[in-house]
């Protein structure tokens, strides 16, 4: 079984601050994790997939996460948030197998000001 | 990665109409397609996996006669919503890909309003 859990369901920061969004994950399996990005009445865009290679993940946008094992973290960066960056982030866990199974964090709803 | 078109991106109609959702995947030959259901401010909810030429697997809740699956060719799905009634109302999405460790590549999305 595998699960996702976002910390915070909003978090605010102010343009050109650094964004931190948290995600622990469980798996029975080693898992693949992604980050994606939801605009309003839109579908979700990848940002960056971690898949047992490097632990620091670089992505679009100036997004990078870092994968840590002892953690069971996956939490998302940006150095400086801009305006578009406001948005619903999922974190989402494939265990890769079966049926190709996605587990979809509750979301965070990024607001960025002015 | 893959280019998922989906179509209507908004529909209204009223309720005990049937609605019909296509899903294409236009630069990747898909033998499974994926449609989640997202009720506002929510997560995706997995309804059915769509394989191309047999039948959907449905998710545990998910009723199969009210939300049928057709995946006929390596490129299209579709996702009919039968007699819809407004508790149908949501933003229905598919997705395709996934193999092994790569990731879903979703379609914008449909957002079906039952009046």
């Known amino acids: 079984a595998q699960s996702v859990t976002q910390l915070d369901s909003h978090v605010s920061v102010s343009e050109g601050t650094p964004v931190l969004l948290r995600c622990n994950y469980s798996?029975?399996?080693?898992?693949?994790l992604f980050w994606y990005v939801q605009h309003p009445n839109k579908g979700l865009q990848l940002l960056l997939k971690?898949?047992?290679?490097?632990?620091l993940v670089k992505g679009i946008n100036g997004f990078e996460a870092e994968f840590k094992k002892s953690e069971t973290s996956f939490h998302l960066t940006k150095p400086s948030a801009h305006m578009s960056d406001a948005a619903e982030y999922f974190c989402?866990?494939?265990?890769?197998?079966?049926?190709?199974?996605?587990?979809f964090g509750s979301g965070t709803r990024l607001q960025v000001q002015p | 990665g893959a280019v998922v078109s989906q179509h209507p991106s908004w529909v209204i109609c009223k309720s005990g109409t049937s609605v019909k959702i296509e899903c294409r995947s236009l630069?990747?030959?898909?033998?499974?397609m994926f449609w989640y259901r997202q009720f506002p401010k929510q997560s995706l909810m997995l309804m059915a996996t769509?394989?191309?030429?047999?039948?959907?697997?449905?998710e545990q809740g998910v009723e199969k006669d009210k939300f049928l699956i057709n995946h006929a060719s390596l490129t299209l799905s579709t996702l009919t919503v039968t007699s819809a009634h407004p508790e149908d109302s949501s933003f229905y999405i598919c997705?395709?890909?996934?193999?092994?460790?790569?990731?879903?590549?979703f379609g914008d999305g449909t957002r079906l309003s039952i009046l």
């Open positions: 997705s395709v890909g996934g193999q092994g460790n790569q990731p879903q590549h």
């Open positions: 798996s029975s399996y080693s898992p693949s």
């Open positions: 971690y898949t047992s290679a490097a632990t």
């Open positions: 989402v866990v494939s265990d890769g197998k079966g049926r190709r199974a996605l587990t």
């Open positions: 630069d990747f030959q898909a033998t499974t």
């Open positions: 769509s394989n191309e030429g047999s039948k959907a697997t449905y």
